[in-house]
């Protein structure tokens, strides 16, 4: 069955020239999370002109989501999920196409630089390219086809806001059988990966604010310092995963952002700090809130601040679990059509440091999924850094300002993987 799909692939596959110059204009125009109208209009416009007839194209789902829905007889509903919003990040990787947009953070009224850092213009570009390929090559399956664009994944928001905004009801999205989605990564281009059981950790991200009583720097006996307990308190949050988590439970606590002040010779009345947290159980996630939680308001009170610390959360994310039977038929599909070997398909890729909420689409009506992972970096470039042992300094990770991924064959992997996840469930008989 899986060399009959990829044979499919292959007769199907679109013309990735057009793919190719989309993605450049994709890169170039990124869009901050829950502001990305622009790339919806574009993406409904692609799919409006490419879709046959009977593709019915549902927009404005939980703020710039859509959907394209397209009934192809008897059969299950497979749903192919690609997120759309950029970050707010300067890109400072040269490319001709590189990005210059600023926008105007419509949360906060301040102007920012807009870059596309986490690859998710290569997520759109593949699964339209997906999308022409499961149109074209319609005869050879069966079933519905449900193509979703998912905004401000960045903000973990978007998932949710889609299924409480009716997704499945009043916006009459077919509930999935199976939903599949996608992250390309900085992996050697060209390799593609999955993972039964976590794939990606739970995130939750919290605004501190710590009170003091601000007075003159060179009166500090008359203070309560927030910065020295900020301070104190960082320090102290280091030890909840270095003393206090198993090794062998991984777990991180970043303290990102610190804000206090606006002179040197004033002792401020508050500091903020911006924390995030990554866990792999959700016995641990609990904790690990717990005991932040606890360390902030010990320090508070150690430094007697005239009220306790304010918390806000400001993000969170879900684990994201595999599930295994979806997972081992990917598995089958996948070992076929790329081959297992060094630089093509791994079925026990690494468990993602990052976080996702795609997983929401899923467990919002109780349905198995799947999540894998497709490298980005250019073959020669990876194989020189990698002899070196010096990924994690010369590979650029997600996010950085310096994320660029190798259009071909990323291009090309992430939409083979996209089309060959849809037939494995669609694929007739």
Request: with cysteine.
């Amino acid at each position: 069955m899986a060399s009959k799909l990829s044979q499919i692939v292959a007769q199907h596959r679109p013309d990735l020239g057009p793919l190719q110059e989309l993605y450049k204009y994709l890169h170039q125009n990124p869009e901050l999370s829950n502001q990305e109208s622009e790339t919806a209009a574009l993406i409904a416009e692609k799919l409006r002109t490419t879709g046959p007839e009977d593709l019915v194209v549902k927009t404005d789902i939980g703020g710039h989501g859509l959907a394209a829905v397209l009934p192809n007889g008897d059969g299950p509903t497979v749903l192919l999920r690609a997120d759309i919003d950029a970050l707010p990040v300067e890109e400072r990787t040269g490319l001709p196409y590189a990005s210059t947009k600023r926008m105007v953070h419509a949360a906060t009224g301040l102007e920012k630089p807009v870059m596309h850092a986490c690859g998710h213009d290569m997520h759109i570009t593949c699964l339209l390219g997906a999308a022409a390929a499961l149109f074209s090559s319609r005869a050879t399956w069966a079933g519905t086809l449900v193509l979703l664009f998912q905004p401000a994944e960045e903000r973990g928001t978007g998932a949710q806001a889609m299924v409480d905004d009716g997704l499945y009801t009043r916006h009459g999205v077919p509930v999935p059988d199976v939903v599949l989605g996608a992250h390309v990564m900085p992996f050697r281009a060209g390799a593609v990966g999955t993972g039964r059981g976590v794939v990606a950790t739970s995130a939750d991200s919290l605004e501190v604010t710590i009170h003091g009583r601000g007075s003159h720097a060179s009166m500090p006996h008359t203070a309560v310092d927030p910065v020295v307990v900020a301070a104190s308190t960082i320090m102290k949050l280091q030890t909840l995963v270095s003393r206090e988590t198993d090794p062998a439970d991984a777990s991180v606590v970043t303290v990102a952002t610190v804000q206090a002040g606006d002179a040197e010779n004033v002792i401020a009345d508050e500091a903020v700090l911006g924390i995030d947290t990554r866990s792999t159980t959700a016995a641990t996630r609990e904790r690990m809130m717990r005991r932040i939680k606890a360390v902030v308001e010990a320090e508070c009170a150690c430094a007697e601040a005239p009220r306790g610390p304010e918390f806000r959360t400001t993000r969170s994310f879900p684990l994201t679990v595999n599930d295994e039977e979806t997972t081992r038929r990917i598995e089958e599909t996948f070992s076929v059509h790329f081959g297992e070997g060094r630089g093509e398909y791994d079925r026990n890729m690494p468990r993602l440091g990052g976080s996702e909420d795609f997983s929401i689409l899923a467990t919002a009506v109780d349905r198995p999924y799947c999540f894998f992972m497709y490298g980005s970096i250019e073959e020669s470039r990876w194989d020189r850094i990698e002899a070196q042992g010096t990924i994690a300094k010369d590979i650029p990770a997600n996010h950085s300002p310096m994320f660029a991924p190798a259009i071909m064959p990323t291009l090309q992997t992430g939409l083979d993987g996209y089309v060959l996840g849809a037939l494995t469930f669609l694929g007739k008989k």
